[in-house]
């Protein structure tokens, strides 16, 4: 038995797949790389394969967790390059690590989750910097959406560590190709896997009335709650939709 634990990324194309759909999508390409996956018991054996936290319809990322168990010992190397031949545009694995049998799920593990967050908007710089202050201050923000017809009432606030503003462009035409270069103030260097042709187009053709705001969020994201950062939006002031949302990080405990 091995345990491989796989550094992922999803990106502009394949950002709208469902939590659930992910996982299929995993087996699938598993199952056509013909890696030796082991099973759960039980009368419906599944693949054991653990994600460590759902990443929101509509969100990139390039820093997902999951964890595959073998019942047969590959090298790490070896898996990567024979699931890489069967992905498609959208998805990418950056880095197999094998990792202890016994160790504690990846779910209990998680405790935050980074974002960068872009959102256009007439505020000013100084104004947007004020609002984050603020909220960081604030000792409870009591917040409510709604989940099919029940409401869901909690505190907003415990779920925010740290917010920052990144950068702030009152011409955002020349962020824009700089995103999609992957080189601006804030964005690793492959962050033009994730961003993608139609993260372009929202940037140059349709932030040009106003100004680009990039903030970075820290936010709690474990078994108790976790926090979302187009709420994170709204509780700032924000009247518009993030134009993209992209999780850099997933951080563990210090048991992991």
């Known amino acids: 038995m091995q345990r491989l634990r796989v550094r992922f990324g999803r990106g502009e194309e394949v950002k709208f797949i469902a939590h659930l759909d992910i996982v299929r999508f995993w087996e699938r390409a598993?199952?056509?790389?013909e890696i030796p996956l082991a099973y759960s018991q039980g009368f419906t054996p599944h693949p054991r394969i653990s994600l460590a936290a759902p990443l929101p319809v509509g969100v990139t990322s390039e820093f997902e967790l999951m964890d595959v168990w073998l019942k047969q010992w590959m090298p790490p190397k070896s898996f990567l390059m024979k699931v890489a031949q069967q992905l498609p545009r959208g998805f990418e694995i950056f880095?197999?690590?094998?990792v202890g049998l016994h160790l504690p799920s990846l779910q209990s593990a998680v405790?935050?989750?980074?974002?960068h967050v872009g959102i256009k908007t007439e505020k000013k710089e100084r104004e947007i910097q004020d609002s984050?202050?603020?909220?960081?201050h604030a000792k409870?923000?009591?917040w409510q959406h709604y989940r099919g017809k029940e409401v869901h009432r909690y505190d907003l606030r415990a779920l925010i560590d740290n917010l920052w503003l990144i950068s702030y462009h009152s011409d955002?035409?020349?962020f824009a190709s700089r995103v999609v270069a992957g080189e601006a103030n804030g964005f690793p260097k492959n962050s033009q896997n994730f961003l993608g042709e139609k993260q372009s187009h929202l940037v140059s053709g349709e932030l040009h009335e106003k100004p680009l705001c990039v903030l970075g969020m820290k936010l709690r994201c474990d078994t108790t709650g976790s926090?979302?950062?187009?709420?994170v939006?709204?509780?700032l002031s924000f009247p518009d939709y993030p134009e993209f949302m992209h999780r850099t990080r997933l951080m563990l405990n210090n048991n992991e």
């Open 30 to 33: 598993f199952r056509r790389a």
């Open 95 to 98: 880095d197999v690590l094998e």
């Open 111 to 115: 405790i935050f989750a980074e974002y």
């Open 132 to 136: 984050l202050d603020s909220l960081l």
């Open 140 to 142: 409870q923000l009591p």
């Open 172 to 174: 955002p035409e020349p």
């Open 227 to 231: 926090g979302r950062p187009e709420q």
């Open 233 to 235: 939006i709204s509780a």
